[in-house]
């Protein structure tokens, strides 16, 4: 079960970063929201780089491949993530996002030291999750179309969370705080499934 559901999650993750890559190539756009796409990044490459001073355990290699994908989605943004500031503020681009690319590898630096390895790593990424799920609602408002978004991300994003909530907040003993983190991860993802569905009715 352990298995099934890691690879469960790294899978799924896997792809929403390929259709995340695919569609911004296509589509000239990023597909991960800023402040989650900054934090999954530093956490990935955080726990990639600890991983590597441990005997190699599969989530450290899932991670190291998140890690490799998400590189080409910071690209992205770097790319084309200008068009989705307002133009007052777009001279601001690239201090404001280097600023919050740095204050998420702070953000998970301060979750590993007060946690530890064994700790830090699900509180950040749990909650990171939770955040992600309600950005991508915002995104998908904010833009006022589903460009960079589809399905498959949408589905897979839900799955990549809830087979971890499932597996260390009850398959590896009853965890109140990964569970409730991954119930509101399952409502916003749901909505967002939902609201992708009904888009064209929406608009």
């Known amino acids: 079960m352990t298995l099934f559901l890691t690879l469960l999650s790294g899978i799924s993750w ?46 450290t290699i899932v991670n190291i491949i998140w890690f490799i994908f998400d590189l080409i989605i910071v690209v992205s943004y770097f790319k084309y993530g200008k068009n989705d500031f307002p133009k007052s503020a777009k001279k601001y681009f690239i201090p404001f996002s280097i600023l919050t690319f740095a204050s998420c590898l702070a953000l998970q630096l ?13 509180y950040s990424a749990f909650l990171q999750n939770v955040v992600m799920s309600i950005l991508f609602i915002i995104m998908l408002f904010h833009r006022n179309s589903k460009k960079g978004q589809s399905m498959v991300i949408a589905v897979a994003k839900w799955l990549g969370t809830l087979a971890p909530s499932i597996l260390m907040g009850v398959v590896q003993g009853i965890n109140v705080y990964v569970i409730t983190c991954g119930i509101l991860c399952s409502i916003f993802d749901i909505l967002y499934i939902i609201l992708l569905l009904n888009w064209n009715k929406i608009l």
């Open 110 to 122: 301060a979750f590993y030291w007060e946690f530890g390895y064994s700790h830090g790593p699900i």
């Open 14 to 59: 896997m792809l929403v970063y390929i259709d995340c890559i695919r569609l911004g190539i296509k589509q000239k756009t990023y597909g991960i929201p800023l402040f989650a796409l900054a934090l999954n990044i530093a956490w990935e490459g955080l726990y990639s780089f600890l991983g590597l001073k441990l005997p190699i355990r599969i989530q």
